[in-house]
């Protein structure tokens, strides 16, 4: 693992408990979420529509599309809900002197 | 038990409920007798981003073929012309009979037609299913000036899309309000602004006297005696449930196919789901028949349960959408009662909710804003009106708020 793979994202207390930011990192997007255990990321948009999910209602450990409803688990990225049918994809996150990292790859 | 599962109607409800069947079923043979000779496939994009070419055929379908192979669902392409419920019996055009043990009927609904006194009714388009969908597409290509009858969900989302392709666009509406049957004229009106910046033309308030034809133009006079001169005309007027033919049978039938919580007919072993059910929700103590994406799948999902043997009442909270230009308008619930209007926030680019309360208790809100703008809300709103929360109005009315601080856990 290639420590120029973790990104810095922002703070800790950059993302309420149960929300998200969006990050923009090069030409991808993603979404960071903070969840009671710790912190996710999950791609940014939507694989149902191109709708970007930092609008989206989190809660439970799932993200759910702002636009048509899709609900993907943010740990895993699985698609829970129709009318997402293809699952999110998720990036590992730390946390290194309260800020927070993502590995892109 | 090895059962033969029939389910009448190719649409969202019928492979939502096929496969909600399987997953509870792995014996019983599931059938689905689809009209359209094709899988069964999303519409809301027809009138968006297909018109606009950003989708094409091939992203539409729910499935793959291989999808229900695997799952071993059977789709046929076959017109029922008659059914007998007595002996469960479906006859089809080409004298095929198939048997059934459970029905699910899932016709969807149909186009009102617009009533014309001349022999014009070919010139009028209507969009519904992908094949009119692709006529419209290819006729538009050389037109220039189009009029929509109807300013409803799908004729705004078409005249939307029409002004994206650089066309002129009248809309006409017969009420005072565009989406009159089931949007606040308050959210309306907004969505009427953003249709007139981007150039379309919007007549409310007029009737159609007469359509006439002359040199490939064509004239249509209002009832105010104007004239529109236009190359092409599209109508959205409306849809009624696809029940022809139950017509002179005993299925019960009162604006769509009446059923229970449970989907269950008024015949035993029969089910309807999705549009052309007229089904009671337990929430609102009351029938309804919707018309909406959600609904086809979630309705499909809970018949599928139901004739699966696992006993499921429907009482998810009406939800849909419509996409014009770069609005995301969102309803939930049922707007049609209430005490008291609260409004949240006051600039589209924000987004922009009407609550609509009785007793304290949100039954139905309604809002837009630039896409993804109101959809958390919406979502967090939909929750509390299922749990039937008494709600903070100060939180409600205060767009600095977070909405989901109402949700009791």
Known sequence: ?105 | MKNNIIILGGGQAGIYAAREIRQNDSKSNIKILGEENLLPYERPPLSKDFLLDKKKEEDLYFHSIDVLKNENIEFENISINKVDFENKKLFAKNDNVYSYDSLLISTGSENKKLTLDNNLKNDIYYLRNLEEAKKIKEIISNKNKITIIGGGFIGLEIASSLSQLQKKVIVIEIGNQLMGRIIPKQIADLVQNTHIEHGNEIILNKQIEKITKKNGIYEILLNDNSLIETDFIIAGIGSTPTVKLFENTNLKLDNGIVTNQFCETSIKDVYAAGDVSNFYHPFYERNMRLESYQHAQNHGICAGKNIAGVKTEYTSIPWMWSDQFNLNLQLTGMCDEYDEIIERGNDINNGVIYFFLKNNKIRGACGVGIIGKVGRDIRITSKLTEKDTIVDKQILSDQNLKLNKLIQK
């Open chain 1, 1 to 105: 693992m290639s420590e120029e793979n973790w990104i810095e994202v922002g703070s800790t207390d950059s993302i309420e408990e149960e929300d998200l930011i969006r990050f923009d990192h090069q030409d991808k997007t993603f979404c960071v979420y903070k969840l009671t255990d710790g912190f996710y990321a999950t791609d940014g948009i939507c694989t149902h529509e191109a709708v970007h999910l930092e609008d989206g209602l989190v809660m439970d450990d799932e993200i759910e599309c702002p636009m048509h409803q899709g609900i993907f688990n943010i740990k895993s990225g699985e698609a829970l809900s129709p009318p997402a049918c293809e699952d999110l994809k998720t990036y590992p996150v730390k946390v290194d002197n309260d800020k927070i990292f993502i590995k892109i790859d």
